[in-house]
DNA sequence: TAGACGATAGCCT
DNA sequence: GGCTATCGTCTAA
């Protein structure tokens, strides 16, 4: 793919699909889990740019998971998980990374899910530039453009990698996603057919690791891990 | 208040 | 596959 692709569009010209609505963040947390695969997550920068990803891997936290953050009651940091539904709860872990997750279930019933890996759709150049603030406009060798390309594939790759892409941390923690004025939401994106969603256990965690409560796409060459 | 731990990722062997 | 950077959060004392 050439590196220089997304970097003309103009951004007023985007027709942006529509928020998805709360109701959605309703449907039961795994259900919300699966029926994230495909859809569009959109991030509007301070500088007014707009980047979209596609997203292809998810995975379940829900109130009686042993490895949700709220499983203990709530605190200042679980707070927004026990909101409304349909917010983003962000929360940094190993002290370096920062993960978006959409808050699931009614308010009171602390569930979200976690997003994992994007593949990055408009303005992927943004995203790029996010992940490595050292452009250079010089052109790119045949190995730099390799060297690129294979970065693109994975800088929304991992729930680390994309907040980093997207340039999100605490201050998006609590966002509404289902307000297209707002910097970071999610909308409406494919169909997924059912035989393209892999179901399997999820990453990085001890407890209740044995949960098969993470979804990605199969064909997708952007999921974390498989 | 101190110490342990963690929903990760990059680098090295 | 192993090691480790690095810090917010929680728990125990």
Known sequence: MPASKDTAAPQERLTLPAPLPRDFYLQPTLTVARALLGKTLVRRFDDGTIATGRIVETEAY???DPACHAFRGITPRTRTMFGPPGHAYIHMNYGLHFCLNAVC???GCAEAVLIRAIEPGTNAARLFRNYYPVETTAPLSNDEQEARAQTDRTLGAGPGRLTKA???DRAAEATDLTDPANPVYIADGT????????TTTRIGISKGA???WRYYIRSSRFVSKR
């Open 105 to 107: 279930a009614p308010e």
């Open 166 to 168: 997207l340039a999100l």
């Open 62 to 64: 829900t109130t009686d």
């Open 191 to 198: 169909e997924v057919p059912e035989d393209e969603i892999v």
């Open 210 to 212: 044995e949960l098969p």
